[in-house]
C-alpha cells in the first residue's frame, strides 16, 4: 500500500523555522518527483516547492523562494521542506504528493501536517 | 504563472442531477489538466488526468472534456459521496502546478 507521512509541523514564531519530513513507503520512491503543497485553513491549494527523482533539480513558488528549502534522501525514501524565516501567511497544512516521471499529475498524497506560524 | 480559474465556485445540486464544473487557464495546457476531489479532513484525490481520463477506481459517473484553456468535469448523476470540494490542476509546466480556487458542490 503506498503510503506518505508528514511530520515535523507545530507551532513556531514568525521568523522561526521549521522541517518538515515526508516517509514514503509501498512505492519506488527514486522514480517518483516529488512536491509540497500547502492549504490555508478553509482555502484552496498552493503549489509550493518541487524536485525531480535524482534531487537535482529543484523549483519554488514565487512566495517561498529564497526562504524555503525542498531535498530528498532516496536512501531513506524520504522527502524534506526546510522552512526559514518563517511568516504568518506561511501558516497552513502542509502536503507531500508524489508523481511518476512523465507528465503526470500528483499520484499519491500525504495526509499532511499542520504549520501555524503565529506569536 | 499560470492561472486556473473555476466556476462557479458553489454549485448547489440536488442528488440524482448532473454537475458540470468548469475550469479555465490562463493560457494553454494542452491536455495536461487534472480534477481533484477533496472532503473535509481528507487530502485531495485524484478523479481525472489527462482532461478526461480517470484515475484507478473512478467510477464512470466522473467524466471530464477539454483541452487547451477551457475544461469541464461533470459527474453525470450526484450520489451522497460526491458531495465536496473539487479542484482542478494543471501540470503541464512541472514542476509549477496551479490549481484552480475550487468548487464546492453541496446539496440543494
Known amino acids: 500500500e503506498v503510503q506518505l507521512l508528514e511530520s515535523g509541523g507545530g507551532l513556531v514564531q514568525p521568523g522561526g523555522s521549521l522541517r518538515l519530513s515526508c516517509a514514503a513507503s509501498g512505492f519506488t520512491f527514486s522514480s517518483y518527483a516529488m512536491s509540497w503543497v500547502r492549504q490555508t485553513p478553509g482555502k484552496g491549494l498552493e503549489w509550493v516547492s518541487g524536485i525531480n527523482t535524482r534531487g537535482d533539480y529543484t523549483d519554488y513558488a514565487d512566495s517561498v523562494k529564497g526562504r524555503f528549502t525542498i531535498s530528498r534522501d532516496n536512501s531513506k525514501n524520504a522527502l524534506y521542506l526546510q522552512m526559514n524565516s518563517l511568516r504568518a501567511e506561511d501558516t497552513a497544512l502542509y502536503y507531500c504528493a508524489s508523481k511518476e516521471t512523465g507528465i503526470r499529475p500528483f499520484d499519491y498524497w500525504g495526509q499532511g501536517t499542520l504549520v501555524t506560524v503565529s506569536s | 504563472e499560470i492561472v486556473m480559474t473555476q466556476s462557479p465556485a458553489t454549485l448547489s445540486v440536488s442528488p440524482g442531477e448532473r454537475a458540470t464544473l468548469s475550469c479555465r487557464a490562463s493560457q494553454s495546457v494542452s491536455s495536461n489538466l487534472a480534477w481533484y476531489q477533496q472532503k473535509p479532513g481528507q487530502a485531495p484525490r485524484l478523479l481525472i488526468y489527462?482532461?478526461?481520463t480517470r484515475a484507478t477506481g473512478i467510477l464512470a459517473r466522473f467524466s471530464g472534456s477539454g483541452s487547451g484553456t477551457e475544461f469541464t468535469l461533470t459527474i453525470s448523476s450526484l450520489q451522497s459521496e460526491d458531495f465536496a470540494v473539487y479542484y482542478c490542476q494543471q501540470y503541464n509546466y512541472w514542476p509549477r502546478n496551479t490549481f484552480g480556487q475550487g468548487t464546492k458542490v453541496e446539496i440543494k
Open positions: 489527462g482532461a478526461s
